[in-house]
């Protein structure tokens, strides 16, 4: 059926097929960028702390006096019930704590907002709480009536159950009274104005209510709103309370103003706040301040944001496919650039906080995924491919022609005579003379040097053949660690080196018992080999948080500080003394690294010229599923 289709026709079908195979291949990669930054976009929940660092301190209203009160500022001035002259407080300077009821005295608050309402001002807001128990009892007629005027607003606390707990001089309806207690997020810090009360809401939505009309805001109709804090302490005109008191204060200074009385230096009275510690004043002031301006943190709508996303991840990918790689990248890096001084423009101007961080991810998974894309379209990257391919099989045919060529004409033969020898020097029938058997004695060492150089070579092949497979099986590293010393232990009897051990009892895990134990046996071989005769060695292990750490240390005659990065290089040996001869590969440290990272693992060395050596490794007592994966993906 095929063959009666003409030749243009089906060129035509297969061209459009792939094309159409192409486009679609494009378009799931494209939306695969989009859903990764629209589902950043929806989890991320910024608590603005960056913004407002980078913002730094904006310039306020003046709007807004804080009087600052401390315990040195109070005073009791002349003809103030009989305490002329003279401190009343002063033998109470000794607290350790100050609490709110110190600064309670009926007669100075009198003299404090009769002034600056005498002064002009439009409304007093008294932060400090001063509880029924206090009050009650020290109020004249005149002092109860001027302290219930309206415009004057009296703190109230909450109780661990949010419940408000109203001060002495609150009205029958509460109304002159609110919450300063503001809800903290899970870090401690305050970023919302969300009351700490259920049934009395904040002193600052009373404090607009006065200023700008009855009922203007509804109790909780800016609850959970981001405070738009202005910056640091120190930012609010502040005079001091005793100031005040002596009428140091211009009446201009307070004309028109709202006056928050505030305590200083008291820690009940400090909070922390997305710009840093702010006191109980200037944390209100900050949130009036908001009122009055109407500038609230702004968050974009989800759609508005998602639209921006994704003009960005177009613009990209019309950078991506315009320029060359490199040129693109330099684009993208721009575009980001812009996006975020854009943000930071935006939070700082208008107090608009548009989220970055899914789209500097946007960008960069578009470069990713659509750069890998192009590449793969690449012919040339095709031909490449298939040449790197031929050569790679060739490499890997000489290689298994290497591993043939050790396996059947090295180990066999080399079997064969430790076989030999072994028997003769076991044998009890014939008596070898001394200097034969010192011979043997040496063809029996040098063939078990011979068989470890074989043996490190193979693994090598393995290695880089990436034909290694973990066999785990669950072990207790402790005990391997006594196992291998019992089998090293004779070859550091011949140089008189004590090993010491240092075992903390650790957790049993999973792990190939045959690459650690020959990770073990390398570290303590090189140990005994590079350190003098007399010496010691100690072996340690630990428990560090998530992994185990098992440390080899001597005091051998160290390792140059310019050498240590290359220990761990394939056939790499330390340069050491001439006159001292140390035989081996320079595979066995690599191998131990490539074993331990098989592992997850890490590899670690610290040495000093002629004090000593601490090599070792950590492995992680719970190793993630995919390590494997991961590890010949980046070893390759």
């Not at 976009?41 to 709007?63: C, E, H, I, W």
């Not at 439009?122 to 007629?141: N, Q």
């Not at 948080?545 to 990065?565: A, Q, T, Y």
Request: charged share 20%; aromatic share 10%; with cysteine.
């Amino acid at each position: 059926m095929i063959a009666f289709i003409p030749r243009r026709l089906r060129a035509f079908f297969k061209l459009s097929s792939q094309r159409l195979i192409s486009g679609l291949g494009l378009s799931l990669r494209l939306l695969f960028c989009f859903a990764v930054g629209f589902i950043l976009l929806l989890t991320n929940q910024s608590n603005y702390d960056m913004r407002f660092a980078l913002r730094g301190p904006q310039q306020v209203k003046n709007d807004i006096v804080l009087i600052n009160l401390s315990r040195e500022d109070v005073v009791w001035l002349d003809g103030i019930n009989d305490y002329a002259g003279k401190n009343s407080l002063w033998s109470l300077k000794e607290i350790v704590e100050t609490t709110d009821s110190f600064f309670w005295h009926a007669a100075v608050w009198e003299r404090a907002l009769s002034s600056v309402f005498n002064a002009g001002a439009k409304t007093a807001v008294v932060t400090l709480f001063f509880s029924e128990e206090i009050v009650r009892g020290t109020l004249t007629p005149h002092q109860n009536h001027l302290f219930h005027r309206p415009g004057i607003f009296w703190a109230a606390k909450s109780d661990s159950s949010g419940h408000a707990l109203l001060p002495g001089l609150a009205t029958t309806d509460g109304r002159n009274t609110g919450t300063v207690d503001l809800r903290t997020d899970p870090d401690g810090k305050i970023r919302h104005l969300l009351s700490a009360s259920y049934s009395t809401p904040h002193i600052g939505v009373r404090v607009a209510n006065f200023v700008f009309g009855k009922n203007k805001f509804a109790p909780y109709q800016r609850t959970g709103d981001p405070i738009n804090f202005q910056g640091h302490e120190g930012i609010f005109k502040s005079y001091p309370f005793s100031a005040l008191l002596k009428h140091d204060i211009p009446n201009s200074a307070l004309k028109d103003k709202i006056i928050i009385f505030t305590a200083k230096g008291i820690p009940s009275h400090q909070f922390q706040t997305a710009v840093g510690e702010l006191t109980t004043g200037t944390l209100l002031a900050n949130i009036i301040h908001n009122f009055i301006s109407n500038k609230w943190i702004t968050k974009l709508p989800i759609w508005f944001n998602a639209t921006g996303l994704l003009l960005v991840m177009l613009i990209s990918l019309w950078i991506i496919f315009q320029y060359p790689q490199s040129v693109a990248f330099v684009f993208l890096g721009f575009l980001a650039v812009s996006i975020i001084s854009l943000s930071i423009a935006l939070f700082d101007l208008y107090a608009i906080w548009m989220p970055i961080q899914a789209h500097l991810v946007t960008i960069l998974v578009t470069y990713v995924v659509i750069s890998g894309y192009r590449l793969s379209e690449s012919e040339k990257l095709t031909w490449e491919s298939e040449r790197e391919l031929h050569y790679l099989s060739q490499v890997e045919s000489l290689k298994n022609n290497f591993l043939s060529l050790i396996s059947h004409d090295l180990k066999n033969p080399l079997a064969k005579i430790q076989g030999i020898t072994d028997r003769l020097l076991g044998s009890r029938e014939v008596e070898i003379p001394k200097d034969v058997k010192q011979d043997l004695t040496s063809i029996r060492q040098i063939s078990e040097e011979l068989r470890q150089y074989i043996t490190s070579i193979l693994q090598l092949t393995r290695v880089e053949a990436r034909n290694i497979k973990l066999t785990k099986e669950v072990c207790d590293i402790n005990s391997m660690i006594q196992d291998v010393v019992d089998r090293i232990k004779p070859l550091a009897d011949q140089k008189n080196i004590q090993i010491k051990i240092n075992l903390e009892p650790l957790f049993s895990m999973e792990l190939d018992r045959t690459l650690i134990s020959e990770v073990l046996i390398n570290l303590i071989e090189n140990a005994i080999k590079y350190s003098d005769a007399g010496s010691e060695i100690t072996l340690t292990t630990l428990e560090m948080g998530p992994d185990i750490r098992v440390e080899v240390s001597d005091n051998g005659r160290g390792i140059p500080e310019e050498e240590i990065p290359k220990v761990f290089e394939k056939f790499y040996r330390v340069s050491g003394d001439k006159n001292i001869q140390v035989t081996g590969t320079g595979l066995g440290l690599y191998l131990v690294k490539y074993f331990i990272e098989l592992h997850g693992g890490k590899v670690f060395i610290t040495s000093q010229l002629d004090i000593g050596t601490k090599i070792g490794f950590t492995l992680p007592l719970e190793e993630p599923e995919d390590n494997y994966a991961e590890f010949t993906r980046t070893h390759r």
